[in-house]
């Protein structure tokens, strides 16, 4: 199974994957409609794309008291039956990273449901700091790149 | 009902302490589309030629345009206009970052500032929320401090600030504007603008959205950007260079052609500057972190720190290619440290890399020839090299203060400093129209030579630039031109239908500058052309007449006869179309284009015939005007005897296909 995996130290902070998200899933170019959202120190030219990491142990399932929320066990995503919700916004605040978020015009919350397995932020994402592969592929092209760093200097 | 605009503008007028807010006109959106179009309309409306630059009565317009924050590539942008008070003329500077898409988030096209504060103030403005706050304890202040305090006392990390530094409130006369700490609206003095009108920043935060008229066309749209910015487009080669590098990957392809200006323009060549200040020993020294403007597919944008040295820690974004150019090469410096504290000096006081480092290179090249002492430059000796950077660096913590008499001549740019010391020095004040000549030179790349001689703003690369022939992007020419024109128009050496690529790319900017685009994308790499604008203009807005060419080519010239009638309005005419003497008279005198000069007229011509201006006074022609429905201001133009009822030149011919 794939997840998002982030690299925040190659984000660039230019924000299509939060526009990009916005425009998909919502036909509509508001930036805080994007699942994911980039976090920014403009004086350190930091950035973190921000977004759901599909827990194992999801605390938003866990409170949510309509089934609204359930992860899809095809997939192990978490998803949202927007019908269901009824904004009591427990979720949101049982979400470790404000991952899940709620829409009042939608009056339910949105979040990240990978899009079924083709994510359209990875699509855009210049610069590799959102991508979408096997855990253990992930952390060992982290490692690599470790390593490509120490034979630079060596 | 138009598409992909926030929908309203707001009015601040700072001396009665009033906001407007009102529904963008449909007339401006269709006719002006956004961005220097929208201003230009504005400035001939509203600002007649007795009102002077720093007078409460002159405007300074904020102006996005349709394209701004959608998701189309790169769309970051935000355009300052207003009359400049470092040349007089027409101003506009554009700056990238995330303020511009923060504006129409938050609601506004435009926002127009008019009247002057009785004291310091800032605007904030979040969504409907407008309101003036005391800017007291930020006046004095620098860029990042201000920008620091402003998120501090809006308890706000997320709000974007476009700020003036000392330079600003001491009306440095080429002041900038800085967004998002580092994003400069670099050009024509606009900083000193704002201090005049005691506005020290604008603090904006916007969470609402953009409609866009057409989905599935933008759609297909977007698709097909984001392919020309990836490795299946024809440009990948340079979108990874300014990915790795950022923009001072020019110093190098510069240099090849013998358009690197050195020693304050005197020539165009610096020798080993490949090894000592090119794209590769500068990223082996100083590079830190790669970042990017808003909805950017080429990222060109990263930030840079001195590791050693007495400017050991000095870190800022950039600098760009411009900045490397004038802090370097035209001091006849390697040093590439003192370099980066100039440019973080020019950012956290706010000023223009490019007027600031050749009006200090004007004093040095007085210097050299005697006609400054070191009575007139506080005991200093001028001295080219990296020995002279201590003095420059100084300079820089000078002139935004205007500490002394000859950091405060310097402040006034080199066209005033040259007038008030006389003596000749004239000769090294290396300007067009007021405007300090940036990193290129007419010399070795021909059609350069015209642009700076016609632009509205003067000596600057961005309005009418060809980047076709300067960096022989000749497949590009093939597929844009005319077959018999296509070896004429890449010889770069070649004055021959010059003049009627740089009116093409003019028009081409002035879309873009309108719609708002980055210029990557449009100029380096030619990554975009008119169809492409008429397509997009036309799937966010629903303007879909934009998509017959005729109608996109008579809305490109609209824009830049508007801009250019608001200078006739002020006096400009036939003699104000020429060049720095630099240019025409020296040859080059080392580097590969060794012994070229710029003749002008031949090229001139050509662009007058794609003007119908008239070729005795450099006037306007009724008929064309009216064509391009400017019907009032030909009215006007008439009025003061400034329009000529028919053109009588040569017609132009067409190189485009
Ligand atoms: S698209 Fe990629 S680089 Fe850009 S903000 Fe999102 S994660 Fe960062
Ligand atoms: S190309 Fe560079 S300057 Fe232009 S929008 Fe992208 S990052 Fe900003």
Excluded at chain 1, 103 to 127: A, R, Y
């Amino acid at each position: 199974m794939k997840i998002l995996n982030i690299d925040a130290e190659k984000c660039s902070g230019c924000r299509l994957c939060e526009l990009a998200c916005a425009f998909t899933k919502e036909k509509r170019i508001i930036p805080i409609l994007g699942r994911v959202n980039v976090f920014q120190n403009y004086a350190w030219g930091l950035s973190v794309p921000v977004v759901c990491t599909q827990c194992e142990e999801a605390p938003c399932i866990k409170v949510c008291p309509t089934e609204a929320l359930y992860r899809d066990p095809e997939t192990n995503v978490v998803k949202v039956k927007e019908e269901k919700c009824i904004g009591c916004k427990l979720c949101v605040s049982a979400c470790p990273y404000g991952a899940v978020v709620f829409i009042p015009e939608k009056k339910t919350v949105i979040k990240c449901d990978l899009c079924d397995g083709d994510p359209v932020c990875v699509k855009f994402c210049p610069t590799g700091a959102l991508k979408y592969e096997e855990p253990v592929k992930a952390t060992l092209s982290k490692r690599r790149e470790q390593a490509e760093k120490i034979w630079e200097v060596l | 009902m138009a598409d992909g605009y926030a929908g309203k503008y707001l009015r601040v007028d700072l001396t009665k302490e009033k906001f407007t807010i009102l529904p963008t006109p449909e007339e401006w959106k269709r006719k002006y589309l956004g961005g220097v179009g929208m201003g230009a309309k504005i400035m001939w409306d509203e600002v007649p030629p007795e009102v002077k630059p720093l007078s409460p009565q002159n405007r300074i317009i904020f102006a996005t345009g349709p394209v701004n924050g959608t998701l189309f590539p790169p769309s970051g942008r935000y355009e300052v206009i207003s009359r400049s008070p470092l040349t007089g003329w027409w101003a506009h500077a554009s700056a990238g970052g995330f303020f511009g898409p923060e504006m129409k988030y938050a609601g506004y096209d435009l926002i127009i500032i008019q009247g002057k504060a009785k004291k310091p103030v800032y605007l904030h403005i979040d969504n409907d929320l407008i309101e003036l706050k005391s800017a007291r304890h930020l006046w004095g202040k620098n860029v990042i401090e201000t920008t620091d305090r402003i998120m501090e006392d809006l308890k706000d990390p997320d709000v974007k600030v476009a700020a003036i530094g000392q330079a600003g409130e001491n009306l440095v006369r080429y002041s900038c504007i800085m967004s998002d700490y580092f994003r400069a609206a670099g050009r024509t003095g606009l900083g000193a603008v704002l201090g005049s009108k005691n506005l020290k920043a604008i603090a904006i935060r916007g969470t609402k959205g953009i409609k866009i008229a057409n989905k599935e066309k933008f759609n297909k749209l977007l698709e097909d950007a984001f392919r020309r910015h990836s490795p299946e487009g024809r440009y990948w080669e340079y979108i990874e260079s300014f990915r790795k590098y950022g923009t001072f990957s020019l110093t190098d392809w510069e240099n090849a052609i013998g358009r690197l200006p050195t020693k304050n323009h005197w020539t165009g060549y610096f020798e080993n500057a490949e090894e000592t200040i090119g794209m590769e020993p500068m990223r082996k020294r100083h590079y830190k972190r790669h970042a990017s403007c808003f909805g950017c597919g080429i990222q060109c944008k990263y930030s840079s720190v001195v590791k050693e040295g007495k400017y050991a820690g000095t870190e800022s974004e950039g600098p760009e290619y411009e900045t490397v150019e004038g802090f370097t090469s035209n001091f006849l410096s390697t040093d590439t440290s003192a370099l980066i504290r100039a440019n973080y000096l020019c950012n956290i006081y706010g000023m223009d890399t490019i007027s600031v480092s050749h009006s200090i290179s004007w004093a040095y090249e007085s210097y050299e020839h005697g006609l400054l002492t070191k009575e007139d430059t506080d005991g200093r000796e001028l001295i080219w090299g990296e020995d002279g950077m201590d003095d420059v660096i100084e300079l820089l913590e000078e002139i935004p203060f205007r500490k002394t008499k000859f950091a405060s001549l310097l402040a006034e740019g080199s066209r005033e400093a040259a007038r008030r010391t006389g003596k000749g020095s004239e000769a090294y004040a290396i300007h067009v129209n007021g405007l300090e000549a940036s990193g290129q030179d007419g010399r070795p790349h021909k059609s350069l030579g015209l642009t700076y001689a016609i632009n509205v703003r003067g000596a600057d690369h961005l309005t009418s630039l060809s980047s076709l022939d300067e960096l022989g992007y000749k497949e590009e020419i093939k597929r844009r031109y005319k077959k018999e024109t296509v070896n004429i128009l890449a010889d770069r050496w070649d004055e021959k239908l010059k003049g009627y690529l740089v009116a093409d790319m003019e028009e081409l900017y002035a879309l873009c500058d309108s719609a708002l685009l980055c210029k990557y994308g449009v100029m380096w790499p030619p990554i975009y052309y008119h169809q492409d604008f008429g397509k997009i203009i036309s799937a966010i807005t629903g303007f879909t007449e934009y998509e017959d060419p005729k109608n996109l080519s008579k809305l490109a010239k609209r824009i830049c006869h508007l801009r250019r009638c608001f200078n006739v309005r002020l006096g400009w005419s036939k003699k104000n179309d020429a060049l720095h003497p630099r240019f025409t008279e020296e040859p080059m005198p080392t580097g590969p284009a060794k012994g070229q000069v710029v003749h002008l007229e031949p090229m001139l011509r050509e662009y007058y015939q794609v003007r119908k201006y008239d070729w005795k006074t450099g006037y306007p022609t009724k008929k064309e005007l009216e064509e391009v429905g400017l019907e009032d201001v030909a009215k006007e133009l008439k009025k003061r005897k400034k329009l000529v009822p028919v053109y009588r030149g040569k017609k132009a011919f067409q190189i485009r296909k």
